[in-house]
């Protein structure tokens, strides 16, 4: 149990305890499929087989539907690129939040994620506990739990691991849930993944065919080896 002396006060002792609980035991690589719900208007508008595989540092290699639409993103440190039909369409900067505080949080020096959850425009000052689905857990980035305008991220208490993150970008709140932590293979993974967009659902994930590879090829990472990359 976690005394109140040792209690996080702050968003940055938040991620220390992250860090200092899952030191040398959260997995570096982890490769999945999921089938990815689309909702409109609180129906279900379509359903894809994505593929999925994470290495840290800051590396995520998806395929939307399969290897041979030629569709995906790749995440390489901190730079997203985007392809369509094979070809690459766009490149951008980008933190991935999840990626940052799902993973990364328990591989980087915490200065590292700090500088980058502020980056994200968490305001680690600000600091409260909530419950979440039954759960005590911290929030970081607000002081009122009820206030979605503020970006946020919320971790289980007991566990040390997120649950839920909170972004405000160019107008648009994101709400995603990390639901259903189930241990596999010794880890723990969240296995359904749900994304609001202003408080409407629009996609939920859920992960299948879960596998932690020891050792992953980095040139799955490599934005030229997009076309010819194939980790199945």
Do not use: C
């Amino acid at each position: 149990m976690t005394t109140t002396a040792s209690k996080p006060q702050t968003g940055q002792q938040v991620i220390e305890a992250m860090y200092r609980h899952w030191e040398n035991k959260w997995y570096p690589n982890f490769a999945f499929d999921q089938r990815a719900i689309f909702y409109k208007d609180d129906q279900v508008s379509r359903e894809e087989i994505w593929q999925e595989i994470y290495s840290y540092p800051a590396n995520l290699h998806i395929r939307f539907d399969g290897f041979k639409t030629g569709n995906g993103v790749i995440y390489n440190q901190d730079t997203v690129y985007t392809f369509k039909e094979g070809q690459l369409v766009n490149k951008q900067y980008s933190i991935h939040p999840l990626v940052l505080l799902s993973f990364d949080v328990y591989f980087y020096d915490p200065a590292t994620t700090i500088r980058k959850a502020q980056e994200l425009n968490f305001d680690l000052s600000q600091f409260t506990e909530a419950t979440w689905q039954g759960r005590e857990a911290y929030v970081v980035g607000t002081t009122d739990p009820n206030d979605q305008s503020r970006s946020q991220f919320w971790v289980d208490k007991e566990n040390l691991y997120v649950v839920r993150i909170l972004t405000n970008n160019k107008g648009v709140a994101r709400d995603v849930e990390m639901n259903n932590y189930q241990e596999i293979e010794g880890n723990m993974v969240a296995t359904e993944i749900v994304f609001k967009n202003n408080g409407q659902l629009f996609l939920r994930e859920e992960y299948f065919n879960i596998s932690f590879p020891e050792k992953v090829d980095q040139s799955w990472f490599d934005p030229k080896q997009f076309s010819t990359t194939n980790w199945k």
